[in-house]
Nanobody
Framework: QVQLVESGGGLVQPGGSLRLSCVVSGAHLEDVDDDAIGWFRQAPGKEREGVSC????????AYVDSVKGRFTISMDNAKNTVYLQMNSLKHEDTGVYFC?????????????????WGQGTQVTVSS
C-alpha cells in the first residue's frame, strides 16, 4: 500500500521561501520507471489545482503557469522523497499542499490522474 506524508509547510512572508517534502512509502522510486508524483494545492473555497509533477523514470517535469520560474520540483530516489522548492511566494500561493502518486510513466497536473494522496501540509503566505 502506497502512503504519502507531506511536511515543510508553514507561515511565510511574501517573497519568502519554503521547501515541501513528500515521503513515499510502499513504492521504490529508484527501482521503477513507471511512477509519477504530483503536487497540488487547495485554497479555501476553491478546487484543488495541480502545481507541479515529476516522472520518476525520466525526470520530466511540468508546472502550472502561475508558479513557473518560482517553484522547482525534484526527487531523491534513494530517500523516496519528492521536494517542492517554493521561492518568491505570493499571497495567492496560500493553501493546503498535497502530494499524489500514480503508477504511470507520465505525470499530469490533473487531480483524476492520481490514485494515492497524502494528508496535506498548510502553506500560508502573509505579512
Amino acid at each position: 500500500q502506497v502512503q504519502l506524508v507531506e511536511s515543510g509547510g508553514g507561515l511565510v512572508q511574501p517573497g519568502g521561501s519554503l521547501r515541501l517534502s513528500c515521503v513515499v512509502s510502499g513504492a521504490h522510486l529508484e527501482d521503477v520507471d513507471d511512477d509519477a508524483i504530483g503536487w497540488f494545492r487547495q485554497a479555501p473555497g476553491k478546487e484543488r489545482e495541480g502545481v507541479s509533477c515529476i516522472s520518476a523514470g525520466d525526470g520530466s517535469t511540468a508546472y502550472v503557469d502561475s508558479v513557473k520560474g518560482r517553484f522547482t520540483i525534484s526527487m531523491d530516489n534513494a530517500k523516496n522523497t519528492v521536494y517542492l522548492q517554493m521561492n518568491s511566494l505570493k499571497h495567492e500561493d496560500t493553501g493546503v499542499y498535497f502530494c499524489a502518486f500514480v503508477e504511470l510513466s507520465l505525470c499530469a497536473l490533473d487531480v483524476d490522474w492520481y490514485d494515492h494522496w497524502g494528508q496535506g501540509t498548510q502553506v500560508t503566505v502573509s505579512s
